[in-house]
């Protein structure tokens, strides 16, 4: 099975604050990776596909790069309403995973 | 309305058996695999079962592999969860999840949760 990695965790910021988010895979999964931010007693939703397609309705402010093994989550300006915790999941072969999840709060 | 909706948690003893039911609307089911997904309390995210959109293929994770069946009825727009050997590690809120096609920016088709139901929660306790 594909292993995936994330930091930091957590990541303490500020409103306003460029806020980046690193996942890494244990193998080459080229970009087969997805992000999910998941907000408390709620399900996940998705952000980013294919490590940098922003899913629809999904703000501008979210933005993600990488390719191979490394990839980057990252929020331009934080807004009040992005305090949650972020998945990395690899779709690149079966059974897909996902990452220990980031928990971004109030500093 | 566009959505995934889980029934059947509870609590059960440990051994026993449970249901989980996803009943699907407003899209094209019968076009879809479907997955279930777990979250135990505090925890991660954890890949439990998937069927394709014809039933035709099905995968367990290790962690369930012949305690778990997953099906589906495409007449009925619904998929199930059947959990039996339940044990506490089993505890968990799961998650009916849509696996949704896209296309990066070179044409290439990736798979990714696009659509979540709310939740089920399953408590495993003497």
């Known amino acids: 099975d594909i292993q995936m990695t994330q930091s930091p965790s957590p990541l303490s910021a500020s409103v306003g604050d460029r806020v980046t988010i690193t996942c890494r895979a244990s193998?080459?999964?080229?970009?087969?990776l997805n992000w999910y931010q998941q907000k408390p007693g709620k399900a996940p939703k998705l952000l980013i596909y294919?490590?940098?397609s922003l899913q629809s309705g999904v703000p501008s402010r979210f933005s993600g790069s990488g390719s191979g093994t490394d990839f980057t989550l990252t929020i331009s300006s934080l807004q009040p309403e992005d305090f949650a915790s972020y998945y990395c999941?690899?779709?690149?072969?079966?059974?897909?995973?996902f990452g220990p999840g980031t928990k971004v709060d109030i500093k | 309305q566009v959505q995934l909706v889980e029934s059947g948690g509870g609590v059960v003893q440990p051994r026993r058996s449970l249901r989980l039911s996803c009943a699907a609307s407003?899209?094209?089911?019968?076009?879809?695999?479907i997955y279930w997904v777990r979250q135990a309390p505090g925890k991660g995210l954890e890949w439990v079962a998937l069927?394709?959109?014809?039933?035709?293929?099905?995968d367990y994770a290790d962690s369930v592999k012949g305690r778990f069946t997953i099906s589906r009825d495409n007449s009925k727009n619904t998929v199930s969860l059947q959990m039996n050997s339940l044990t506490p590690e089993d505890t968990a809120v799961y998650y009916c999840?849509?696996?949704?096609?896209?296309?990066?920016?070179?044409?290439?088709?990736?798979?990714?949760?696009?659509?979540w139901g709310q939740g089920t929660m399953v408590i495993v306790s003497s």
């Open positions: 294919a490590a940098s």
């Open positions: 069927i394709s959109f014809d039933g035709s293929s099905k």
């Open positions: 407003g899209f094209t089911f019968s076009s879809s695999g």
């Open positions: 999840v849509r696996d949704g096609n896209f296309y990066d920016t070179s044409g290439y088709m990736h798979g990714a949760f696009d659509m």
């Open positions: 999941q690899q779709s690149y072969s079966i059974p897909p995973t």
């Open positions: 193998q080459s999964i080229s970009n087969y």
